[in-house]
């Protein structure tokens, strides 16, 4: 008896491991719109949970060379094509998120900026993009974290000053502001701002035109605050975990920029499987939709996402939604994970009915 309640012990331990990354069931509800893929990634090249947040750069002279930058988190970046096949790899440590912005001047020039939070260095990992869409590491310095250990990450790029920062959120909540600068060729970063969520956080993204930046709080909200470092930390909850079509965690977060200050701010529920449109003005609550099973299987357990509403090309006139799929296969856990594409025109006329 004492050896089968050994093993039973055992057995619990080994679920209890394995429940962070555990497929849920598909959404099931009729206020959730179900859409289809319309491509998917390469998976990514690593076992188990590995793929987690993607960044879109738009190509400045051929949008359909476009490129998505994806995080395998057990060894590095990944860039696909629009396709879905993976063009480069790029290993650089565990890097968690990632994020993109444009317009940082380098040695007189304009540069595309790509950062990441690299868990095996507890750093800022900073590259940028070449014309053919390779990623080259230009940080000046390791960018050390102070907190415990680095996870959530965004970058805001302020309207007023037109300086560029990257947000970073660690497991225990903790948030720093750095401020990212030219030094000898090279980009440095210098610790502006520091506050706190209650608990662990991860999604963010940054309306760099309202000068906002939206933090998810897993378990509990999604919360809203000035961007800029001088202002004050004080939070604005915008949606909760509790309220309708909601469930936690809340992991990630993005903007659909649809100009002049309008578009939507897109929200991953992934304790329901499902993706909550919230309108980018009023932060209002539109809708939400999930991706089902079809040619392309569906998603579960989302973690991050990101979306574009540039033109890229013929097939995606008004953008992409993309999101990672934690299970890449029909109803169970794969081995390799992978990030589904979604043509916005899609999202639109399905739950926006534009």
């Known amino acids: 008896m004492k050896y089968i309640f050994i093993v039973a012990l055992i057995c619990v331990g080994m679920i209890s491991c394995k429940k962070e990354k555990k497929a849920t069931p598909q959404v099931e509800n009729s206020n959730i719109i179900e859409l289809t893929a319309d491509a998917e990634t390469t998976p990514v090249a690593s076992f188990d949970d590995a793929a987690d947040d993607p960044c879109i750069w738009v190509h400045p002279t051929d949008p359909s060379k476009s490129t998505i930058i994806g995080t395998n988190k057990k060894e590095g970046l990944e860039v696909y094509n629009l396709e879905g096949e993976r063009l480069y790899t790029y290993k650089i440590g565990r890097v968690n998120n990632v994020d993109i912005r444009d317009g940082f001047l380098l040695n007189g020039k304009e540069v595309t900026v790509v950062t990441a939070s690299n868990r095996t260095t507890n750093t800022i990992s900073i590259l940028t993009v070449q014309p053919t869409g390779e990623l080259e590491e230009i940080a000046a310095r390791p960018i050390k974290s102070n907190l415990n250990e680095v996870y959530g990450l965004g970058m805001y790029k302020s309207a007023k000053t037109n300086k560029i920062y990257v947000f970073m959120v660690g497991k225990e909540g903790g948030i720093e502001q750095w401020e990212l600068f030219e030094n000898t060729a090279k980009i440095d970063a210098k610790l502006v701002r520091n506050f706190n969520l ?99 299987d569906g998603t579960y357990d989302t973690d991050g996402i990101d979306v574009s509403s540039q033109n890229l090309g013929s097939k995606y006139p008004q953008g992409i939604f993309i999101a990672q799929d934690g299970a890449n296969t029909q109803e169970k856990d794969s081995l390799h994970q992978n990030f589904k594409i979604v043509d916005w025109r899609k999202i639109s006329k399905n739950v926006l009915l534009d």
């Open 198 to 296: 209650k608990s662990q956080g991860e999604g963010i993204v940054a309306d760099d035109f309202y000068g906002k930046v939206y933090i998810g709080e897993e378990d509990t909200a999604l919360w809203k605050f000035d961007a800029e470092p001088e202002a004050s930390v004080k939070a604005t909850q915008v949606i909760s975990t509790q309220d309708k079509n909601m469930a936690s965690d809340f992991e990630g977060v993005t903007l659909y920029d649809a100009g002049n200050g309008k578009g939507y701010i897109i929200l991953s529920s992934q304790g329901n499987n499902s993706y909550a449109v919230l309108d980018r003005v009023t932060n209002a609550y539109i809708k939400s939709f999930s991706l089902k099973d079809s040619i392309i």
